[in-house]
C-alpha cells in the first residue's frame, strides 16, 4: 500500500499557520492586533492629559540622556518586542536568528514578548522615562509615531553610526529620511507595514477594482466595501487618491477627507471600519474589496485562492515598527550590535521569511530566494523598484493635531 504523504507547505505557509495556531484563530494576526488598538485609545483624553502625567509639550526634542554603558563588562540585551514578530524553530523554543547572534558575539538576550499594544506599552515605561530611570529594556520596537513621540521627548539614546555600520548601508532608500527622524539618528527600521487594497476575486463577481475611488463610490460595492481603524491608513490612503500627499497635507486636506469617507458612510458604501477582523470578513467574501495590511494579505493569499491585493496608481502608505534604546539603558552598545545585525542580508532574510513583512533591508532578495522563492519574489515582501516608488508615509504630527484628528476620526467610525 502507497503511504501517503501531504502536501509541504513552504516557509511562507508554515509561519502562517503557527500563527493561526498561537493566536486562536487566522483572523487575529499580531499586526491586525496592534494596529487597531493604536488609534481609539489616544482618542479618548490619551493626548489630552499628557502634561498633567509630567510629560513634557510637544516641540523640540528634549534632548536624549545618556548613561554608563555596560556592555564591556556585562554580555546582554533586555529585548522587547511583540508577539509573534520574530523566527521560531519547530520547537517553539528558541529563535534561530537571536541564537546565532549569541554564539557569534557571547551576547545574551532576554527576549520578551511583552508588546501588545503602542498605547499600552507607552503607558508601561512611561513613569520611568519621565522620572530619568532605567525601564529596564535595552532595546524596544514600537511604531513610528509612538517612536516619534519618544524622541520628541527626548526619551530614546541618539545611536552611533559606528556601531551600525551594516544598517547604514543597506537600510532601503524609502525609510531613511522620516520627517520625525531624518537619517536615522534615534531609530531603525525593524519592518515596515504597507497599506494596500485587497479584494476577493469571487465576491467581485468581474467588478472592477482599481482605486480607493472604486471602492467609495462603485455602487456594485454597496455595504461591501471596508476600511481600517487605524485612522493614518484609511486618512492616508484616501487623501493619496485625491491627490494630496500624507506627507504635507493640510487641515483643510484631512477634513475634506474626513467628508469623503463620511459621504460613503451616509450612502452605506462601507460596510464598517474594522480592525483584526476584516480578514475573515474577505476570505468569506462578505467584504468585497477592503484596505488591507500586507502582512495580512500575504497569510490570506497563502490560504485562499479567491484573495488578493492591488496598488492603486495613487500610490499607498507605508509605516514602520522601529528599534530604539530608551535611555539610561545599561547595553546600548550591545543594543546597536544587534540591531545592525539585522541589517545583515542572510539574518534579516530569515527574519523576513517567518514573519512576512516588508523587509527593510536591501540585498536580503538573493537570501531570502534560498529560503522561499516565492517570498523573495513578493512585492509585499520585498518590493521591487516601481512598487518601492509609490509608497508614502503619512507625516508625524503635533500633539494638537493628533487629539484633533483622531476625535474626528472617531466620529467617523462611531468609535
Not at 515596515?192 to 467588478?207: E, F, Q
Not at 452605506?268 to 495590511?293: E, H, M, P, V
Not at 527593510?360 to 520585498?382: C, E, F, H, Q, S
Request: glycine share 6%.
Amino acid at each position: 500500500m502507497e503511504q501517503y504523504e501531504p502536501e509541504r507547505l513552504s516557509p511562507v505557509q508554515l509561519a502562517a499557520l503557527r500563527r493561526s495556531f498561537r493566536n486562536g484563530r487566522a483572523s487575529l494576526t499580531r499586526r491586525s492586533l496592534l494596529r487597531a488598538s493604536a488609534g481609539g485609545a489616544l482618542a479618548v483624553g490619551g493626548l489630552g492629559t499628557l502634561s498633567a502625567c509630567g510629560i513634557p509639550a510637544a516641540g523640540k526634542p528634549q534632548g536624549s540622556v545618556s548613561s554608563e554603558d555596560h556592555s564591556a563588562k556585562e554580555k546582554t540585551i533586555n529585548f522587547s518586542n511583540w508577539t509573534e514578530y520574530m523566527d521560531v524553530d519547530d520547537s517553539e523554543k528558541h529563535h534561530p536568528t537571536l541564537d546565532t547572534f549569541t554564539e557569534r558575539t557571547g551576547i545574551k538576550i532576554k527576549y520578551t514578548e511583552d508588546i501588545n499594544d503602542n498605547v499600552e506599552f507607552f503607558g508601561k515605561i512611561k513613569p520611568q522615562l519621565a522620572a530619568g530611570q532605567d525601564t529596564g529594556r535595552d532595546m524596544i520596537v514600537v511604531t513610528d509615531w509612538l517612536a516619534a513621540r519618544l524622541i520628541r521627548f527626548g526619551w530614546v539614546q541618539k545611536l552611533d553610526p559606528a556601531n551600525l555600520p551594516h544598517a547604514y548601508t543597506n537600510l532601503s532608500a524609502q525609510f531613511r529620511n522620516p520627517d520625525w527622524d531624518p537619517g536615522r539618528a534615534y531609530s531603525y527600521p525593524w519592518q515596515g507595514i504597507s497599506t494596500v487594497i485587497a479584494y476577493n476575486k469571487k465576491a467581485l463577481d468581474g467588478v472592477e477594482v482599481r482605486s480607493v475611488s472604486d471602492l467609495l463610490d462603485n455602487p456594485k460595492l454597496k455595504g461591501r466595501v471596508g476600511f481600517l481603524s487605524e485612522m493614518r491608513d484609511s486618512i492616508g490612503m484616501t487623501l493619496l487618491d485625491m491627490g494630496k500627499d500624507p506627507a504635507k497635507f493640510t487641515d483643510d486636506d484631512f477634513d475634506a477627507a474626513i467628508a469623503r469617507l463620511q459621504k460613503a458612510v451616509d450612502k452605506g458604501q462601507i460596510r464598517r471600519f474594522t480592525g483584526n477582523d476584516y480578514t475573515s470578513d474577505l476570505t468569506k467574501g462578505d467584504l468585497a474589496a477592503c484596505l488591507a495590511w500586507a502582512g495580512d494579505v500575504v497569510q490570506l493569499k497563502a490560504d485562499s485562492p479567491d484573495v488578493d491585493f492591488l496598488i492603486p496608481d495613487s500610490g499607498y502608505l507605508t509605516s514602520t515598527d522601529n528599534m530604539l534604546v530608551p535611555n539610561k539603558a545599561r547595553h546600548k552598545t550591545n543594543a546597536e550590535r544587534l540591531m545592525d545585525y539585522y541589517y545583515e542580508p542572510e539574518p534579516a532574510a530569515e527574519l523576513a521569511a517567518y514573519i512576512n513583512y516588508v523587509c527593510p533591508v536591501d540585498g536580503v532578495k538573493p537570501y531570502l530566494a534560498k529560503i522561499d522563492n516565492d517570498a523573495a519574489t513578493n512585492p509585499l515582501i520585498i518590493p521591487d523598484k516601481a512598487m518601492a516608488a509609490k509608497s508614502h508615509a503619512f507625516r508625524s504630527l503635533s500633539q494638537k493635531e493628533e487629539t484633533a484628528y483622531e476625535e474626528k476620526f472617531a466620529k467617523l467610525t462611531g468609535a
